[in-house]
Every structure is written in C-alpha cells, then in structure tokens.
C-alpha cells in the first residue's frame, strides 16, 4: 500500500497548507530574514545601516524573491501532481467499491434464482 492511502484503502488527501506556511517553508531556505517573522524587526536591526549597505542588501533579497518565486512554481506543480494523484485514486476507490457492490447483488439475485 502506498504512502498515499488511508489504511482503508480511502487516497489520503493531501496536507492543506496555508499561503504563510507555505511561503515561510520556501524563504526559510533561501533568506531567513525575509520569512513573515522576521520581517517586521528589520526596521530595528537595519536602522544604522549605510545607504550601501542597504542597496547590497536590497539586491540580495531581490535575488532571493526570484529564487522563491522559482522554488513556488515548483511547489505548485507538486501540489498539483498530488492533487491529480487524489483524484484518480478516488475515481479508482468508487469504482472498486461499485463494482464490489453490484459483484454481491449480482450473488444474491443467482442466489435467489437458484432456490425453488
């Protein structure tokens, strides 16, 4: 049985993840002062910091938002693929659970022929 399957053979759903958590995921990884937490306190931290600095500064977290926004497309082709794995396991698990159904009916009524 893969991952993906609840042990009553039901396609586990994939995990919903809010815009925050998903994005604070990705940033993490690539700069970690620019993750929603962190955002807030750079007023603080950088308030002495040189026009040069700050350029450099902003240059780096530019190239940062292109990365995340390359790692996001990437996610959401993940997502995308699970999703489309969901549903074709859930079409596959109706459709089981149909034709085991109509396998009994179909029992009981050569059953019910067979009995005078």
Do not use: C, W
């Not at 970690?32 to 902003?58: A, F, H, N, S, V």
Request: aromatic share 8%.
């Amino acid at each position: 049985m893969s991952n993906s399957q609840q042990t009553s053979g039901i396609p586990a759903i994939p995990a919903k993840r809010t815009g925050a958590e998903i994005y604070n995921s990705i940033m993490r990884e690539i700069e970690p002062e620019l993750t929603l937490d962190q955002i807030p306190l750079m007023k603080e931290k950088y308030k002495d910091e040189t026009p040069e600095k700050k350029k450099e500064r902003g240059e780096r977290y530019a190239k940062a938002m292109e990365e995340y926004e390359r790692r996001y497309a990437q996610y959401m082709q993940k997502q995308d693929a699970k999703v489309r794995s969901f549903k074709i396991g859930a079409i596959h698990f109706a459709e089981d659970k149909a034709s085991a159904t109509d396998q009994e009916k179909l029992k009981s009524i050569e059953s019910s022929f067979g009995t005078p």
